[in-house]
T-cell receptor, first 116, second 114 residues
Framework: DSGVTQTPKHLITATGQRVTLRCSPR?????VYWYQQSLDQGLQFLIQ???????AKGNILERFSAQQFPDLHSELNLSSLELGDSALYFC???????????????FGPGTRLTVL | GNSVTQMEGPVTLSEEAFLTINCTYT??????LFWYVQYPGEGLQLLLK?????DKGSNKGFEATYRKETTSFHLEKGSVQVSDSAVYFC?????????????FGTGTRLTIIP
């Protein structure tokens, strides 16, 4: 158990709908990262939040948005869903000490999104 | 930009065989390198990491050495077990300072036969 929790575990919805995925980081971790794992594109970084602020952005679609709340949990919002958005969405967290060494990212179990 | 190239799978081995999964990278600067493992139906777990050239990461009998001259981080294990069956991902991250997104390889599915 990594200490990172994600809900829900599975989500089935229809095209055009909007969903929210939730992530709670490990205690003490300030950074939350979102990744998408799909068959055709592999594992891709979407976005990072650090202590409530957006820190880095990857291949995140405009239809997707995220935020990190004062209690450090994060939500990933996916709207106008398309069939191609079906994927496993992972959240990861790290301490992000800000020093020159890379802090380890700990991954949650993921949310499997199926768009029908 | 950064990229990671991993050995194509799937890889099928007999129990107690020697394992090598190749990984090479392209990056600016001095990245940190990681191997993550994904067991069926589970999330990613960090297997090992190395943060500078010539560092060797090791865990659970797996090893990988950060080779700057060949830009490689090959994963090895001397004697695999059925329980090692999983998907293995090589990844890199630019060094620290708070911007630590991971760039992953495509993953290598490993199946160990008793």
């Amino acid at each position: 158990d990594s200490g990172v929790t994600q809900t829900p575990k599975h989500l089935i919805t229809a095209t055009g709908q909007r969903v929210t995925l939730r992530c709670s980081p490990r205690s003490g971790d300030l950074s939350v990262y979102w990744y998408q794992q799909s068959l055709d594109q592999g594992l891709q970084f979407l976005i990072q939040y650090y202590n409530g602020e957006e820190r880095a952005k990857g291949n995140i679609l405009e239809r997707f948005s995220a935020q990190q709340f004062p209690d450090l949990h994060s939500e990933l919002n996916l709207s106008s869903l398309e069939l191609g958005d079906s994927a496993l969405y992972f959240c990861a967290s790290s301490v992000t000490s800000g020093g020159p060494r890379t802090d380890t990212q700990y991954f949650g179990p993921g949310t499997r999104l199926t768009v029908l | 930009g950064n990229s990671v190239t991993q050995m194509e799978g799937p890889v099928t081995l007999s129990e107690e065989a020697f394992l090598t999964i190749n990984c090479t990278y392209t990056a600016t600067g001095y990245p940190s390198l990681f191997w993550y493992v994904q067991y069926p139906g589970e999330g990613l777990q960090l297997l090992l990491k190395a943060t500078k050239a010539d560092d060797k990461g090791s865990n659970k009998g797996f090893e990988a050495t950060y080779r700057k001259e060949t830009t490689s981080f090959h994963l090895e294990k001397g004697s695999v077990q059925v329980s090692d069956s999983a998907v293995y991902f090589c990844a890199l991250s630019e060094r620290g300072f708070g911007n630590e997104k991971l760039t992953f390889g495509t993953g290598t599915r490993l199946t160990i036969i008793p």
